[in-house]
């Protein structure tokens, strides 16, 4: 018999908010960790008042959606209807109009999960304030089938959702620079991913909720979070592509941190992994990485640490090996070798890279190639009197760039 799931809806939130144990949890609150314990059960006791208002100021989300049962004083078909908007609100929708339960074909689960996929393929060219509503409303509409299906059906549905709360998180934190709303998007993509109980996707999703605070410079946060991604990747059948990404992941962070040596340490085991090679395949949805991809990792920690000559021979490679329908990327990596060559005291050649970017950004926008372009032009400082940062300026900063990227 399979263990019960428990409250996986709190425990998504606990883990979302960087508490890695119950223990942790219970340590914030000032409770014991048995009641912590409790809580995530299957049938979890509801808090007292002042305790549960600390746990809602904490994880960011009403009782309801934590998993609790509705409040003791709604009766009849108000608590009911309380009961079924807890269901839905906690993936992401406020309450469905009171109406008879359709129950759904299992067909609903591949015709939604299509979408999802479609979803997917057209992040790599479609323009992401175009794409996330689609993304977002392709999500709702899932909450409200959650509703409406039972068994593996509805956990296809979940899984298909977490994934599409996970694309949903990764425009607004790659694309669209929106840190702060990235955190709740994730949080409702780990308890989707929990109704689905699919642990590889719960490690994607924590190990992206690892990149808030490390690229705000807050390592001990960020270890928490990959600490957690690691177990739940363990917990499934995790390829070796995906192992290797958890390692890329911790060593964005680290190198965010200022830890370059050890970043370069977890790119190192992760080619390791990567040649080893697994007997798992990797999930459809791992598509944002490869061997190219760990590359170019390793090519900017390189830059970081200021090993220029194995830092310029990386990207290099990198650019070459990228297809022709990984524009986003191209742009990151033209981006670090322009800052290679800044750093190099080479202004020229920088700028000529720095243009091939921009070139790319009019063609496909990503915000995280516009940051780069614009880390460089702060690194040629010392050399903006020269002509050809004269002349990038008057490409950046021309009416066309400027009003683009304010519109973005």
């Known amino acids: 018999m399979p263990r019960p799931a428990g409250n996986t809806r709190l425990k998504a939130a606990r883990l979302a908010a960087g508490f890695g144990s119950q223990q942790a949890l219970a340590d914030a609150l000032g409770v014991g960790v048995r009641q912590v314990r409790r809580w995530e059960s299957e049938n979890p006791p509801r808090p007292q008042p002042e305790v549960g208002k600390a746990l809602t100021r904490l994880l960011g989300q009403d009782l309801e959606l934590l ?34 339960v359709t129950v759904q074909p299992a067909s609903v689960a591949a015709d939604f999960a299509a979408i999802t996929r479609a979803h997917r393929h057209l992040y790599w060219s479609v ?37 599409s709360y996970l694309l949903a998180g990764r425009i607004e934190f790659f694309d669209l620079r929106e840190a702060d709303r990235t955190g709740g998007t994730l949080l409702l993509a780990l308890q989707a991913a929990g109704e689905a109980d699919d642990p590889l996707l719960g490690a994607a999703i924590l190990a992206h909720t690892a990149f808030i605070p490390g690229w705000a410079g807050q390592r001990d946060a960020a270890v928490e979070r990959m600490i957690a991604a690691r177990t739940y990747a363990r917990r499934g059948a995790a390829s070796a592509e995906l192992l290797a990404w958890l390692d890329a992941v911790e060593a964005e962070c680290e190198t965010r941190c200022g830890n370059t040596r050890a970043a370069l340490r977890l790119t190192g085991h992760a080619e390791d992994i990567l040649a080893t090679g697994s007997e798992h395949p990797s999930p459809p949805w791992l598509d944002w990485f490869s061997p190219v991809r760990l590359a ?13 000559p194995q830092a310029r021979e990386t990207l290099l490679g990198v650019l070459d090996a990228l297809s022709p329908g990984e524009e986003k990327q191209t742009t990151v990596v ?5 800052a290679v060559e800044a750093a190099a005291g080479d202004p020229e050649e920088a700028c000529r890279y ?55």
């Open 334 to 338: 033209l981006g670090d070798l322009a």
């Open 354 to 408: 720095v243009l091939r970017a921009l070139d790319q950004l009019e063609r496909t926008w990503y915000a995280m190639g516009m940051d780069r372009v614009r880390e460089v032009r702060r690194e040629l400082t010392p050399h903006q009197h020269q002509r050809c940062v004269r002349e990038l300026d008057d490409r950046l900063y021309g009416w066309s760039t400027t009003v683009s990227a304010l519109a973005r």
């Open 67 to 100: 998993g609790f049962p509705p409040s003791p004083v709604m009766r009849g078909d108000s608590r009911r209807a309380a009961a079924g908007a807890s269901t839905t609100a906690a993936i992401g929708m406020a309450a469905v109009p009171t109406q008879p």
């Open 296 to 308: 170019a990792f390793k090519g900017n920690t390189q830059l970081k640490a200021g090993h220029l």
């Open 127 to 163: 323009a992401p304030a175009t794409l996330h509503p689609a993304v977002q409303a392709h999500a709702a509409l899932g909450c409200a089938l959650l509703t409406e299906t039972t068994g593996q059906t509805r956990r296809t549905v979940a899984a298909a959702l977490a994934e």
